[in-house]
């Protein structure tokens, strides 16, 4: 009796050693990079081997600023890691073509996911205007493009769903240079009342590169125009975040409604390039944009 019950044991202890001997063996199921995300597009083709899919937290593509993410996956659904990526976003005017400020596309640190952000000059229509993608992909020794596809980039509207909002401006720089600039409102993506960080993007407006322009202010002064165009206290201009790469400031909203964030764009040395002073004559600076919530 003695004996069974010990054989029975060592088999007991045999099975666990096989069993975590084989859970070691088995692949670990591969985490989802793009959890929380929603899925804008997908690329493919027969002749690809990999599938690109466009993704962000609101699943549309939208004028002005809008973050993407993409996602790169091989044939049986796996999330590809070491991919490199471009993607180019050109617009059909008919007569003449146009890109759009934007970033690189980057890896995300510890994910297989790959990040850009673009500044999208026009929506889809706009002056009978479409969207297109050039995107080429390269993971080891596979290389591959997507050409000429449609993409869908929204317009921006207020509370009401029919009067546009101004979130992104291309100002031509006083003085006679004749250089061109276009600024981006990042942030509040979310506003509310009390202080809020307000962020941006400058760029030359150069087709096709746009290239980033650094050093530069952003002198902000928000109004209500409905509320006597009165203003808020603890307001910080936006400056150059070397580290961000990105213009940052602080907007204090002292109540709910529609707010202009009027701004004067300046050079390094503080010599105006566009905008104005709000003043008892001059309700708004000819740079703004517009927060309503």
């Known amino acids: 009796m003695r004996r069974k019950r010990y054989i029975q044991i060592i088999w007991m202890v045999l099975l666990s050693f096989a069993a975590v001997s084989c859970s070691k063996d088995d692949p670990e199921p591969q985490v989802d990079p793009t959890e929380g995300l929603t899925k804008i597009q ?17 699943g549309r593509l939208q004028l002005g600023y809008t973050k993407v993410y993409f996602a790169v996956t091989d044939g049986d659904g796996n999330f590809i890691d070491n991919a490199a990526l471009s ?3 050109e617009m059909d005017m008919g007569m003449h073509k146009h890109s759009t400020p934007r970033s690189g596309i ?3 640190e510890g994910k297989a996911l790959y990040e850009a952000y673009y500044s999208f000059l026009m929506y889809s229509g706009q002056g009978n205007g479409t969207w297109y993608y050039d995107i080429e992909y390269t993971v080891g020794d596979v290389s591959h493009s997507f050409e000429d596809v449609v993409i869908q980039v929204d317009n921006v509207f207020r509370p009401d769903g029919a009067t546009q909002r101004r979130v992104i401006q291309t100002v031509t720089a006083i003085g006679g240079s004749g250089q061109r600039y276009i600024v981006t409102l990042v942030e509040p993506l979310s506003p509310k009342v009390g202080t809020n960080d307000i962020t941006a993007y400058i760029h030359e407006g150069t087709n096709p590169d746009y290239p980033a322009v650094t050093g530069f202010n952003l002198i902000l002064d928000p109004r209500m ?3 006597e165009n009165h203003s ?17 400031g602080i907007v204090n909203f002292s ?4 707010w202009k964030l009027n701004l004067i764009l300046q050079n390094g040395a503080g010599e105006t ?13 000819s740079l703004y944009f517009e927060v309503e919530f």
Not at 236 to 247: C, E, G, Q, S
């Open 42 to 58: 997908e690329f493919s083709a027969p002749d690809s081997p990999y599938t690109i899919t466009l993704y962000n937290e609101t």
């Open 87 to 89: 993607a180019f976003p």
């Open 106 to 108: 980057t890896k995300v």
């Open 225 to 227: 125009p409905s509320m």
């Open 232 to 248: 808020s206290p603890n307001n910080v201009d936006l400056t150059w975040d070397a580290v961000n790469h990105i213009y940052k």
């Open 255 to 258: 109540m709910t409604g529609y």
């Open 273 to 285: 390039l566009y905008g104005n002073p709000v003043t008892d004559e001059t309700e708004a600076s």
